[in-house]
């Protein structure tokens, strides 16, 4: 798919799914049920790596989990995240948004709006995901924002500048649902929804939350379509007990 498909998408009103991947087996998944948009997110560091924030993850590792979705998933629209720091003035995020596109991104997500870093992005024609609302790189709570006037307004600004740029998604994380319906409206770009109510022109879930592959409580907004984390331990537990019953 190419950008012009997902402004076409939220023209007709047909909705769009996103969903983080970061290897070859589950990147295979998500392109054999045909996802829309597959998120190669610095989540990884979270789900992937055990890190505590996003914020700890490297260029390195992006670049690396990015080249694993690509060989997985060779036909799909594949978004990389820029990882902290790495877009922090304009040549640097040129040359991170490029390194990116060269293991397989077919284009880059920031986080906020460091304005000259993403015009220069766009102006060497580069793709373009921007992400506002809650910024877990920088976020030092991870309470829904947007909730004042203030902070809405800004918001709502700051999506407006980023649709100037023909992004072509900008995924709105925790804020208050009449927003994102505000930001979805104004907008021409496609607007993705992370806990942002249910106007938003598409959806993104981390794939760990959605395949319920961990122990721990879920975020209030995300929602298991499946139990991997009950399988995988039953499917060891048994693998375990075939290895003892041969021994005897
Ligand atoms: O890194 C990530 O997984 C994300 C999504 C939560 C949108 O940015």
Not at 34 to 57: C, Q, Y
Not at 152 to 181: R, T, Y
Request: hydrophobic letters at 45%.
């Amino acid at each position: 798919m190419l950008k012009e498909d997902f402004y076409a998408m939220k023209k007709s009103g047909a909705p769009i799914t996103m969903v983080t991947v970061y290897d070859v087996a589950f990147a295979r998944m998500a392109e054999a049920a045909e996802i829309e948009m597959l998120l190669v997110g610095d989540s990884a560091a979270n789900v992937m790596l055990g890190m505590e924030r996003t914020a700890g993850i490297s260029m390195e590792a992006m670049c690396l989990f990015t080249t694993a979705v690509k060989r997985g998933a060779p036909n799909s629209y594949i978004i990389s995240d820029m990882p902290f720091g790495s877009d922090s003035e304009p040549k640097i995020a040129l040359q991170n948004a490029t390194r990116l596109i060269e293991a397989g991104a077919s284009a880059v997500k920031i986080e906020g709006l460091p304005l000259s870093s993403l015009r220069a992005i766009r102006e060497k024609g580069i793709d373009l995901v921007g992400h506002l609302g809650l910024l877990p790189q920088t976020a030092t709570s991870f309470k829904q924002v947007g909730k004042s006037e203030e902070e809405a307004e800004k918001i709502f600004e700051q999506a407006k500048v980023l649709d100037s740029l023909e992004p072509c998604a900008i995924v709105l994380e925790h804020i208050p649902e009449e927003l994102g319906k505000k930001v979805s409206q104004a907008t021409n770009a496609p607007t993705i929804g992370i806990g942002a109510g249910s106007h938003t022109d598409g959806q993104v879930l981390v794939m760990h939350d959605i395949l319920k592959m961990h122990p721990f409580k879920l975020p209030p907004f995300a929602k298991s379509f499946a139990n991997f984390w009950d399988a995988g331990v039953n499917a060891f537990c048994d693998y375990r007990s075939w290895v003892n019953k041969k021994k005897i």
